[in-house]
């Protein structure tokens, strides 16, 4: 996307968003470029008169942002106690096979899935608990997983 682009794409955020916090605004960036480019964020640090490293700051602090390219599909596989105790970590290992992604990737290449680990998602009666963007999967096993993802290609 060309400078002028994104600075219309942020003057239309930043108009849209009027008087919210930063964080709000970031928000709505993270939601239209699905991350916080570094490019954009320089575009907004000088829209908003605010200093780069604060948004950086920001943007690096909170584990919902993100700066580097995310999917389409964000799959985030429970490791809690519940979840760990019912097998949890070999889900993970099965997502990382089923979507092709080294030990250090977390985003296909097609930018179609990011796969992470979570600590809890709040309903340990469904261990061992997926979720795919704002979809729950409980009771989830290997195979239940695979045919999962299909839903989501």
Do not use: W
């Not at 008169?49 to 943007?59: D, G, Q, R, T």
């Not at 019912?86 to 930018?111: C, G, I, P, V, W």
């Amino acid at each position: 996307m060309s400078a002028q682009k994104e600075a219309k794409v942020i003057d239309g955020i930043v108009k849209k968003s009027g008087d919210s916090s930063l964080i709000a605004i970031l928000q709505e960036v993270q939601s239209h470029y699905n991350h916080l480019p570094p490019q954009v964020l320089t575009l907004l640090s000088a829209k908003l008169e605010v200093p780069l490293s604060k948004l950086f700051s920001l943007a690096t602090f909170y584990k919902s942002f993100s700066l580097e390219p995310r999917g389409k599909h964000i799959v985030k596989v429970c490791l809690g106690t519940a979840c760990h105790v019912k097998s949890a970590e070999n889900l993970f290992d099965k997502a990382k096979r089923d979507l092709d992604l080294s030990a250090q990737e977390t985003t296909t290449k097609d930018l179609r899935f990011t796969l992470e680990k979570v600590r809890c998602l709040g309903c340990c009666s469904l261990a061992p608990v997926v979720c795919i963007n704002e979809d729950t999967y409980g009771s989830m096993t290997q195979e239940k997983l695979s045919a999962t993802f299909k839903k989501y290609r």
